[in-house]
């Protein structure tokens, strides 16, 4: 019953991300200059997104002495974190933009704060990988 309700709920998320334009039918209209915020914000997030793929890509070619499955794992949860983003992205979006028109509380998420942990660990990882000499 949770998992049906669950699914549900992801698929009517997934189907404001593919017809935004169905948000305009809740509310009223927010002042635009918080629209196009919430639109800055979202292609801030999808900048984030290529850029951690574009790092992904990076370590799998420029790193081949790295052992495989350093290398691997690196790779993986950049791009991983990239395609996290971009989703994160649309959903953020959709949900601030119906808290402006219903006149609520914008939506608090930990994302950032998960994402910007999981790259100082990497970043980390990768500056002890360098001092000892294992990525040349």
């Known amino acids: 019953m949770i998992l049906t309700e669950a699914l549900r709920s992801a698929g009517a998320a997934v ?16 002042d635009y ?6 639109e800055r914000t979202f292609l801030a997030w999808l900048r984030t997104g290529l850029a951690l793929i574009g790092g992904g890509f990076a370590v799998d070619q420029f790193l081949p002495r790295l ?12 791009l991983v974190g990239g395609a996290l983003c971009a989703l ?33 660990v990497l970043a980390v990882a990768v500056v002890v990988l360098v001092l000892l000499g294992r990525t040349t």
């Not at 189907?15 to 927010?30: F, I, K, Q």
């Not at 200059?33 to 919430?38: D, G, K, Q, T, V």
Request: contains cysteine; proline residues 6%.
């Open 67 to 78: 052992h495989q499955g350093l290398r691997v794992t690196f790779t993986v949860v950049l």
């Open 15 to 30: 189907r404001l991300w593919c017809s935004p334009a169905r948000v305009r039918e809740e509310g009223t209209t927010p």
């Open 33 to 38: 200059r918080f629209s196009l915020a919430n």
């Open 88 to 120: 994160r992205a649309v959903n953020h979006w959709v949900r601030c933009e119906r808290a402006m028109r219903r006149g609520e509380d914008l939506p608090v998420t930990r994302f950032p704060t998960a994402l910007a942990l999981g790259v100082g």
